[in-house]
């Protein structure tokens, strides 16, 4: 295969659970406002994730995890980075003593393992073993030895060794996370099944690591052939009950600071934009003091590019798009009808017309946008549908609502309007759909010609994965595929290193 010399990612996450909400985002997921099981799962996670930089509560999490589709993988091997925490836990003096063998078969109330029993990590799983399931409406269907119900480690036999604790711990801990998990809306983040058991087992990763495995996707591009723009998210106030992640967002504003200096020639930096934020000023200010290039704007949260009912949100996105226009600052948008969304089911706020609305006017035309997913795939959401780029008909292409139609338009109208096709999960396994995505390419740019437009839509359109969504971490090296194999053939010979390269360095003023 004919591999481009260069190229940009131009849509990627690099944060771990440590810089999400994720009691939210797991109640919301549960179609609930809040949840003790949500509360508890994320302070798992959050104490279970690595941190790359001076973190005391980091427990290890940082070894590379391969991944496979089977649930019972992830279940264990989330226990696993538990029980390696738990361990942690245990003096070194005393493993020096007894060894790690015989430590399993002290006794649980000796003075040496006290550590372990006032831990964070064993205080969260004692909370863990006292939810009530039928109040959080799960009812387990298919009860075995490992998930009998578990009492607080105190209840257990009068004199339990460490490894009679550690086998409680497990059975806690795999249950609670089976139970999240099944509470959860499949389809609470877009139009196919998601695996949130393999999304938490991805997040426990440390930032070092996660771009470690991202990087490593692309070998095959040879080093230092391959960079990223990672994206911040601000979810925190997108939730009825707004509870903060283990990370403030100036700290996670620091962290991501440092990684981008510790790995100059990888990654470039975007911060995120959210209007319920007093001081977003002040945030965006300190970002682009400190090299983030731009800004990630994600509707979907709750809030519009332009007719927000509400006249402060209103007024501060106008005041936000008026900040990145003076210093011609890039925003970078979510446009799929479906995505990170709450239980309130917002996706809708990304559609294109709402951008189009927004250039139209003279005061914001010259916006350096990019339209996140090029308006994504087939999706459904709220009783509208957009068939995207898998329209396989005139009529859906030029539905009113057909996304991608309409994220083509506004590419090839504006100058500084730009977009990537991330995350079109039908690509990855049918070829009939890579047809129809080519196909479309060719619609757009005739009618971009019919209609006089300045730009040639394959002008203005990149690379992007939307890597760490559970679909890519698994199918990076594929997902580029399917793209090398569309650029290499002839008729887009002239456009190739545009799309890998050139057109993303472009969008980022590079």
């Known amino acids: 295969m004919n591999l481009p010399a260069r190229v940009v990612d131009l849509h990627t996450h690099l944060f ?3 810089y999400m909400p994720l009691e939210s985002v797991i109640a919301s997921a549960m179609n609930k406002e809040e949840s003790k099981l949500a509360d508890y799962v994320a302070k798992l996670l959050y104490a279970l994730a690595g941190s790359s930089y001076a973190d005391a509560q980091d427990l290890g999490a940082q070894k590379h995890l391969q991944v496979v589709s089977e649930d019972e993988f992830y279940l264990e091997r989330i226990w696993e980075i538990t029980r390696g925490g738990l361990m942690q836990e245990v003096p070194a003096a005393t ?6 063998a015989d430590v399993l078969n002290q006794p649980w109330n000796a003075q040496p393992l006290e550590p372990v029993a006032s831990s964070e990590l064993m205080e969260i799983i004692e909370q863990l073993s006292n939810i009530d399931y039928a109040a959080e409406g799960w009812i387990e269907p298919d009860p075995s030895p490992l998930h009998q119900p578990a009492v607080p480690y105190k209840q257990l036999a009068a004199a339990p060794m460490f490894v009679d604790v550690l086998d409680w711990a ?11 998990t099944d509470l959860m809306d499949k389809f609470a983040w877009g139009s196919h099944v998601e695996n949130y058991l393999e999304f938490f087992l991805t997040m426990l990763k440390s930032e070092k690591a996660v771009l470690k495995q991202l990087l490593s996707s692309y070998d095959k591009l040879g080093a230092g052939n391959i960079q990223v723009l990672h994206m911040m998210m601000d979810m925190q106030l997108a939730y009825p009950v707004p509870k903060p992640p283990r990370y403030p967002f100036p700290e996670q504003l620091r962290k991501m600071e440092q990684l981008k200096q510790d790995n100059p020639q990888s990654m470039f930096g975007f911060s995120a934009f959210d209007p319920r934020r007093d001081n977003w000023r002040q945030l965006a200010d300190t970002a682009i003091a400190h090299g983030f290039l731009g800004f990630k704007f994600y509707p979907a949260l709750g809030y519009l590019p332009i007719g ?10 106008a005041a936000f798009f008026d900040y990145c226009i003076t210093d011609d600052i890039p925003v970078f948008v979510h446009c799929t009808p479906i995505g990170f969304q709450t239980k309130e089911k917002k996706g809708l706020n990304a559609h294109p ?3 189009r609305a927004l250039l139209e006017h003279e005061r914001w035309r010259d916006l350096r946008l990019c339209l996140g997913h090029a308006g994504g795939g087939r999706a459904s959401n709220q009783g509208v549908s957009s068939a995207g780029w898998m329209a396989d008909s005139e009529a859906e292409w030029r539905d009113a609502d057909n996304f991608a139609r309409i994220v083509a ?6 100058p500084k309007v730009y977009c990537e096709l991330g995350y079109i999960t039908e690509l990855l396994d049918d070829k009939d759909a890579r047809e129809l995505l080519v196909a479309n390419i060719e619609r757009a740019r005739a009618e971009a010609q019919q209609n006089g437009r300045p730009h040639d839509f394959l002008d203005k359109v990149a690379y992007g994965s939307d890597w760490h969504m559970p679909s890519m971490v698994d199918n990076t090296a594929r997902y580029l595929d399917v793209f090398v194999d569309i650029m290499n053939r002839p008729a887009y010979a002239a456009h190739r290193d545009l799309f890998f390269h050139d ?4 969008y980022l003023k590079r």
């Not at 806690?172 to 999240?180: G, P, T």
């Not at 338009?409 to 504006?414: Q, S």
């Open 308 to 317: 927000n009912a509400d006249p402060v949100l209103e007024s501060r996105v």
């Open 170 to 180: 497990r059975r806690v801990v795999r249950k609670a996370l089976r139970a999240a």
């Open 16 to 18: 771990n659970a440590r």
């Open 95 to 100: 493993l020096a003593k007894h060894g790690p």
């Open 353 to 355: 017309k709402h951008w």
């Open 409 to 414: 338009d506004l590419c090839a109208t504006y």
């Open 503 to 506: 057109t993303a360095m472009a």
